[in-house]
């Protein structure tokens, strides 16, 4: 009965109760005092009452005053109890779309074990292959959402009465967020109505929040079942570390197949933009897994048409499939689409296409070389320069004869003066030319070019000058070697530029099909002879040829290295013999290397760095509902940052008029001249983003794709690598499923009991106030019935 007052609930026992008294001493006093006159005029008023009438009218008077005294004390009851905690388990399912697949099970023992699962069969029961084809009505058996909800109806696991007969069970889905269904009482019918259709699995970060709901409380641990094929979000091996430090074991159970027959386009590895009628060589990464060798296709669509199709094998591993085109159109785009017809065996067809967008480019680099005396590799290299139909170059000779620019339109008599005209040059070679030549400002000039405006610089060092003269200048901050004291270095006659060792080929050194070919190439520049003294290249530069060092400690000397700086690049070559590649074979060589390499520093730029307004996004593609976040830096006239309220930008679907919308952007009040917003992508296409009408001449506009190509569909391979990973860092352990009774029959936590205080009022209860009209009704009723009313 106590409990029942004090509203106590099963595994609350009391501890004690203090009373206390709440109401006003001086309200009670008068009201004391004014019972006492009361009574008196109350006795006097019924003298000629018979005794047993009197008596019993004076109780009810006496007990209703008693009342009123109680109620204006105001008593109320401190109470403390003691309050059990049965464990909390958490139960974790994720229904992002990878769950949705059904998987393609090549072998008996995977059928078997699908078949027990939706079958509710035991186990460790043999199943014969009728059984088999009877309850795997496709011949592959349910998705794995369906698995797992198979898994939770199995007679030999009954998940929701096992584990709600021991624990607090509280029931989760995820995706790309985390959405409480509550305990085991509606799991039923919550986890009957889930569906596969989430964007993304965030594994570690659904596993913090849930755990975090429950600080405080005993958790016996969390389930995940998952196939564990986390796209975003936190790390979930090393959230799970920190589960392991709250002391919170998680125990995963993985589900799919960790490697389904599967053939996937993995990567395309082509350039962003080419000048036009240049022959473009695209590859394509081919992965494939499962399928014993079976014949695919991979087919070239240009903006939509089939145009080349090349038959493959589709092995175990990684190939690259080369395909090549030549596209002869002027300035624009090239939608470039890649399908992979690969086996009826394919798992998961989703990811079997690609895109890549290719810019054609029909202006022109320009570039200014600069040079002291006239030497071989400048004679080499200047008609490099001239025949190349992609460059428009200036020359200018700081010694020499004097009247070459009147002789010839290709030749400068000075460095420019104007900060436009040295603006407008993407590219700038500079040779052998003493940094004294330069006026007061113009190297300033030309490091910003470089840092703020993305242009790039080519330094080609030399015997008198470059780079020694350069040292402690604005340009000394801009190359990617640290400029050496005292003597040049002395190379033998036999040492020749080495390749990087166990790295990735770069697109400037490559002239042959394949590395060992290409070190042979450059075996041919040779002899070096004198090479200046350098300390180095710095931290972050990519030296593309090096030269071994001396002994041991002694790093290696860098032939060629280019690094980033700013918006711009700048490469040094530290040797003038590399003329020397045109032995035997001319210009192929030598003109391919300073080719590649005028394109790969200044192309970047050439897409609309040397706008005035330059615009970018942080990716080049989207899945519709994303955010875009764009940039725009803006210059004025003279190249200097705009400072204003906003800048407005356009972003348009190229095949649909009516289409564009406008994006304002704000300053990003740490970079002058910078400018920042968002716009959310549309439905699928290609999309232009540019400046407004009226800039669209000074501004450089960037291509954007939208297609719905998540992560998600294009690798659907089950992880029970990262599933056991996760386990392990938690103190938990990766559960299969026909051990999920055992787990929970022997998981241990123990119930917690905690003190807790709350207090009760007394005075306001109705077995007060109903007592107290009984008592003023019955008093009234008697004092009726002797006629005194």
């Not at 030309?446 to 993305?454: A, K």
């Not at 041919?524 to 290249?537: I, T």
Request: charged share 25%; with cysteine; glycine share 8%.
């Amino acid at each position: 009965m106590i409990h029942r007052l004090l509203s106590l609930e099963e595994g609350q026992r009391l501890i004690d109760i203090e009373v206390l008294m709440r109401g006003s001493l001086v309200l009670l006093g008068v009201f004391l005092a004014a019972a006492a006159i009361y009574t008196v005029f109350h006795y006097r008023s019924v003298r000629r009452i018979p005794t047993k009438g009197r008596k019993l009218m004076a109780l009810c008077h006496l007990l209703a005053l008693a009342i009123l005294i109680l109620i204006i004390a105001m008593p109320a009851a401190k109470v403390r109890y003691a309050k059990t905690y049965r464990p909390t388990l958490l139960v974790l399912v994720d229904t992002s779309r990878s769950m949705a697949v059904i998987d393609k099970r090549a072998t008996t023992e995977a059928l078997a074990e699908a078949a027990r699962i939706l079958g509710g069969l035991p186990f460790d029961q043999e199943v014969a292959e009728d059984a088999i084809r009877r309850q795997l009505a496709n011949g592959e058996g349910g998705s794995r959402l369906e698995l797992v909800k198979a898994l939770f109806a199995h007679p030999q696991i009954d998940l929701l009465r096992r584990a709600g007969g021991r624990f607090d069970v509280r029931f989760f889905s995820f995706d790309s967020g985390l959405a409480p269904e509550g305990g085991a009482e509606d799991a039923g019918k919550w986890l009957a109505a889930r569906e596969a259709n989430g964007a993304e699995s965030r594994i570690g970060t659904a596993l913090r929040e849930a755990v975090s709901r429950y600080t405080g409380l005993p958790l016996a641990g969390a389930m995940v079942f998952s196939d564990f094929g986390w796209v975003n979000g936190e790390d979930p091996v090393r959230v799970a570390a920190e589960m392991e430090q709250k002391g919170v074991p998680v125990f995963t159970i993985p589900i799919g197949m960790p490697a389904p027959p599967d053939a996937m386009i993995a990567e395309v590895i082509a350039p962003e933009a080419v000048f036009q009628g240049d022959l473009v060589t695209l590859r394509v990464r081919v992965q494939s897994g499962g399928l014993d060798g079976q014949a695919g296709a991979l087919k070239l669509k240009i903006d939509g048409v089939e145009t080349e199709a090349e038959s493959i094998f589709l092995g175990d591993g990684a190939q690259f499939i080369e395909m090549s085109i030549q596209p002869k159109q002027g300035s624009g785009t090239l939608q470039l689409g890649f399908e992979l017809d690969a086996s009826a065996a394919d798992s998961n067809p989703k990811n079997n296409i690609a895109s890549h967008r290719l810019r054609i480019i029909e202006d022109k680099i320009k570039v200014l070389y600069m040079e002291g005396s006239p030497r071989w590799e400048f004679r080499y290299l200047r008609w490099v320069l001239m025949r190349n139909p992609h460059l428009t170059t200036r020359f200018l000779m700081t010694q020499g004869d004097p009247d070459l620019p009147k002789l010839s339109p290709y030749y400068m008599a000075g460095f420019p003066a104007d900060v436009r005209n040295i603006f407008e040059y993407d590219l700038v070679i500079l040779g052998d030319v003493s940094s004294k030549y330069f006026k007061p400002g113009q190297l300033e000039l030309l490091e910003e070019q470089i840092r703020e405006n993305g242009g790039s610089l080519i330094m080609l060092a030399g015997s008198q000058s470059a780079p020694a003269s350069y040292r402690d200048t604005p340009l000394e901050r801009v190359l990617p070697v640290k400029i050496g004291v005292g003597k040049s270095k002395a190379v033998a006659n036999n040492q020749y530029p080495l390749l990087p060792v166990d790295e990735a080929r770069s697109s400037i050194t490559t002239l042959a099909a394949d590395a060992d070919a290409d070190q042979r190439i450059w075996a041919r520049v040779r002899p070096l002879g004198q090479l200046p003294s350098l300390d180095g290249a710095k931290p972050g530069a990519n030296v593309l040829l090096r030269l071994p060092g001396d002994s041991a400690g002694v790093a290696d000397y860098p032939v060629v290295s280019w690094q980033s700086y700013g918006k711009g690049k700048c490469m040094f070559v530290a040797s003038d013999r590399l003329w020397r590649l045109r032995l035997e074979v001319g210009d192929a060589h030598h003109a391919r290397f300073w080719g590649q390499s005028i394109q790969f520093l200044a192309m970047s730029r050439l897409l609309g760095q040397n706008k005035r307004i330059s615009l970018q996004a942080e990716r080049s593609r989207y899945n519709p509902g994303e955010p875009i976040r764009i940039y725009a830096n803006v210059l004025s006239d003279a190249y200097a940052p705009v400072k204003k309220e906003s800048h407005t930008v356009v972003i348009a679907r190229n095949d649909a008029e009516g289409s564009a919308a406008e994006v304002v952007l704000v300053p990003d009040p740490a970079t002058p001249g910078l400018y920042f917003g968002t716009h959310v992508a549309g439905q699928e296409g290609e999309y232009l983003l540019r400046g407004q009408d009226g800039e669209t001449e000074i501004t450089g506009a960037v291509g954007i794709s939208v297609a719905d190509d998540p992560l998600e569909d294009r690798d659907t391979a089950a992880k029970p690598e990262t599933a056991e990973a996760i386990a392990k860092a938690s103190g938990g352990s990766l559960v299969a499923p026909g051990g999920l009774a055992e787990l929970i029959d022997n998981l241990q936590a123990p119930e917690i009991s905690r003190v807790v205080s709350r207090e009760m009022e007394l005075w306001d209860t109705p077995l007060l106030y109903l007592p107290l009209v009984f008592l003023c009704g019955l008093e009234w009723y008697l004092r009726r019935r002797e006629n005194l009313l």
